[in-house]
């Protein structure tokens, strides 16, 4: 049983149908019951006019309706590579960093947080540990995403959809939201925040993995790139707070090979020659977070 279950059991009713737009209630398809069922037997959401989303056995909803999305998911193998160096904790002084920014000034004890492009769920994650009575959303457009993240923490819930073609969530339903090296839709995140509500976004600096841009060709960011996030929240948010995050990493081959596997460079890996690298390389991690208010 997905620790998940209960947990969308609670939220549900936060959650929107991307159908029409009202609130959705956990239903036991089995007995048809419009109460709300006991944890583990949580089987679909249903909402007023009788549109339904069963849940997957890995314990996402999915809310993605209509056509195709066009947005690009992460596949499985960048997931991988992703959790693996994740779970080595290179990444952890920015996944404190954002946990910090989230919880500050004190998330209140009840709070949602909401991750917009939560791929593993490790920030939602380390976000849920430093405030122990909040819960958590994971939302992604790629299946293999919210299939990690459904079991990410046990008071998360994951939600597969596509942020652009607008939240699947109510008006000023969460207190926080986290986007972390992940798309933004500045608007509806202004619309389903609420008003004392915080938005925490992380982005990278041009020294993020300076060393391996050369060498390996990687995509490397746009020295503009807080001018235009500044640019996007204009109407919506004011900035609060802004910090560096910046520090060496030593990472070995196998190390490389995970961070240019889970980010954009994985779409163009093939043929990358690895092994012309050092055995251990020190490299640099450089982030901005960036905490947002309502403007």
Not at 152 to 168: F, M, S
């Amino acid at each position: 049983m997905s620790p998940a279950r209960p947990v969308l059991a609670e939220l549900a009713g936060l959650l929107a149908c991307p159908e029409c737009g009202l609130a959705l209630e956990p239903r036991d398809r089995t007995s048809g019951s419009k109460a709300a069922p006991p944890p583990g037997r949580i089987e679909a959401l249903r909402c007023g006019q009788g549109h339904s989303f069963d849940l997957a056995k890995q314990g996402y909803v999915s809310l993605l309706t209509g056509a195709s999305t066009k947005m690009t998911g992460d596949t499985a193998a960048m997931l991988d590579a992703r959790a693996a160096f994740q779970g080595g904790g290179h990444f952890a002084a920015i996944a404190d960093a954002v946990a910090g920014a989230a919880s500050a000034p004190a998330t209140e004890p009840a709070a949602v947080v909401l991750e917009i492009g939560a791929g593993t769920g490790y920030y939602l994650a380390r976000t849920l540990d430093t405030a122990p009575e909040a819960r958590g959303l994971a939302l992604d457009v790629a299946k293999a995403a919210v299939r990690r993240s459904a079991r990410a923490h046990p008071r998360a819930a994951a939600v597969l959809a596509d942020a652009w073609r607008g939240l699947p969530l109510r008006d000023e339903s969460v207190h926080r939201v986290l986007s972390v090296f992940a798309p933004r839709n500045p608007a509806e995140v202004a619309r389903v925040l609420r008003a004392d509500g915080r938005f925490v976004v992380a982005t990278p600096t041009p020294r993020h993995l300076a060393e391996l841009v050369g060498p390996l060709g990687l995509v490397t960011v746009d020295p503009d790139k807080d001018r235009r996030l500044s640019e996007s929240m204009a109407g919506h948010f004011e900035l609060l707070d802004r910090v560096v995050v910046d520090y060496p990493m030593k990472l070995d081959r196998a190390d490389i090979a995970n961070v240019v596997g889970m980010g954009p460079s994985a779409f163009h890996d093939e043929g990358r020659d690895h092994s012309a690298l050092p055995a251990s390389l020190e490299v640099t991690a450089s982030v901005t977070v960036s905490s947002y208010g309502h403007a």
